[in-house]
């Protein structure tokens, strides 16, 4: 997920990190390279400047210059401008109303309406929510069978709409059907067109007036760059949106979108979709996602994906020990990597991973990381349970033995030993001062 624009930032982030002291130019430097970055990822211009102008005026601050670690200074203020610019804390849907919440999905065709709004079933599926599911795409040949066939294979329900009818009446009609049979929340479908058009507009704009959504989700496809946002911003004048999901950031998007969409619209991101299945969609968290971008990786999201897969008892157990620190071995190194294998996509994993151990792990392609984690459980394998629970008294002759046992060359047991230690010492930072004391640690 935008690969470009965070290889670029962790390329000035390294830089910043080698500078004992920082000058006012050296910072001039890093920001024309920040500057260059965020350009090239699409972001919009009066974002970046104002972004580079934010950053650079704390910067050159006194609090930064004369602190212990300017770099890291520096990186501390990257850090929280970008968190800003994409926005608050991302509580997701607001539900809060008399049954049924509506949920009103609009966007130009393609964006991911449909998807995305199977996905939100599916999620509101899992919070115990009564959900009705209904498209008034009737231009769009099969969207709403589309819908029908995603809301069949989630088990969610689907009102039965046909392309015959007007947007209007399957509003009128849905929105009864849903009051009548106790539906927590509808989420409404509507027609894309391929550009911003009047019918379009007037079309989305009486849906809106019919069912009082109390959420107005504009959904954009990341890929379209700039185009992203002139969208959005149209939309936002037509309709009082409340917030935004942001498609396909796993494709090669180039990201300009994340950081633009907010600043140019005032509406929050709050949801972002990461793969075409119904499962492939997250809450937008700014925070995590600027750690992301800076090659810090999003700890806490990777917990909660632990938490959400198949062995929920055996997750809790692991994230309570990396949340507190205490003890976490080689088992449960093991375990997490078990984990990770049924979780799949390794993809997605080392997206959120800090970028040192990510790039420990060797390659980001899914099929070398699943096959590099099956090597390293075959290592773990070949311990006894004393040297798992107790690495440090592993010693050359046993990691002889161990490589032998696991058919691997020494030197990635001691390779796997290393990174294990890293990763211990990063758990202990979590769990005592969160990501600020891992940032701080990356500084070397
Ligand atoms: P609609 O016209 O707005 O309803 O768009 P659809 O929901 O039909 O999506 C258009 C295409 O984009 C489909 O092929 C989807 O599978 C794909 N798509 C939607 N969301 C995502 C996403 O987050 N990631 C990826 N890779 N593809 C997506």
Redesign the pocket.
């Known amino acids: 997920m935008l690969e470009n624009l965070s290889s670029r930032l962790q390329q000035v982030v390294k830089t910043l990190r080698g500078h004992a002291r920082l000058s006012e130019d050296n910072i001039t430097d890093a920001m024309r390279e920040v500057r260059m970055a965020l350009l090239e990822a699409d972001v919009a211009l009066p974002v970046v400047k104002d972004f580079v102008n934010q950053v650079k005026e704390r910067a050159v601050g006194r609090e930064v210059l004369q602190s212990l670690s300017p770099g890291q200074a520096v990186i501390q203020v990257v850090h929280e401008e970008l968190t800003r610019l994409m926005g608050e804390q991302n509580v997701g849907l607001n539900l809060a109303t008399n049954p049924p919440a509506i949920v009103l999905m609009a966007?130009?065709?393609?964006?991911?309406?449909?998807?995305?709004s199977a996905k939100l079933a599916r999620l509101l599926k899992s919070e115990k929510k009564k959900v009705l599911l209904a498209s008034a795409?009737v231009y769009?040949p099969a969207?709403i069978e589309?819908l029908k066939t995603l809301a069949k294979s989630l088990e969610v329900d689907c009102f039965d709409s046909n392309a015959t009818q007007k947007p209007a009446d399957i509003a009128a009609q849905a929105l009864d059907f849903a009051k009548r049979h106790f539906y927590d929340v509808l989420i409404f479908?509507t027609a894309?067109r391929l550009g911003i058009d009047e019918a379009m507009m007037a079309e989305i704009k009486q849906l809106h007036e019919l069912l009082n959504p109390i959420e107005t989700l504009f959904?954009v496809d990341a890929m379209q760059g700039q185009d992203a946002v002139n969208t959005a911003r149209a939309f936002g004048e037509t309709l009082p949106l409340t917030g935004v999901v942001l498609?396909?950031?796993?494709?090669d998007a180039r990201g300009g979108a994340a950081l633009s969409v907010r600043h140019v619209t005032g509406k929050p991101i709050k949801y972002i979709?990461?793969?075409?299945k119904v499962d492939?969609i997250e809450l937008f968290h700014p925070e995590r996602m600027a750690s992301r971008v800076l090659g810090m990786g999003d700890v806490l999201s990777l917990i909660e994906q632990a938490q959400k897969s198949v062995d929920l008892e055996e997750a809790k157990k692991l994230a309570d020990k990396v949340k507190s620190g205490k003890n976490f071995d080689l088992e449960d190194f093991k375990a997490q990597m078990l984990q990770m294998r049924k979780m799949g996509g390794m993809g997605s994993l080392m997206d959120k991973m800090p970028a040192q151990i990510s790039g420990m792990m060797g390659q980001v392609n899914s099929e070398a990381g699943d096959k590099a984690l099956r090597r390293i459980e075959g290592i773990i394998n070949a311990m006894t349970p004393l040297e798992r629970r107790k690495p440090e008294i592993i010693k050359a002759t046993r990691k002889r033995r161990i490589a032998a046992g696991s058919g691997v060359q020494v030197q990635e047991v001691n390779r796997l030993l290393n990174q294990f230690e890293e990763v211990q010492k990063m758990m202990k930072m979590f769990s005592k001062g969160g990501m600020s004391k891992i940032m701080r640690s990356m500084q070397g």
């Open positions: 966007g130009l065709q393609g964006s991911g309406k449909t998807t995305t795409d769009r969207a589309q479908d894309g959904v498609t396909k950031l796993d494709g979709g990461v793969s075409e492939g």
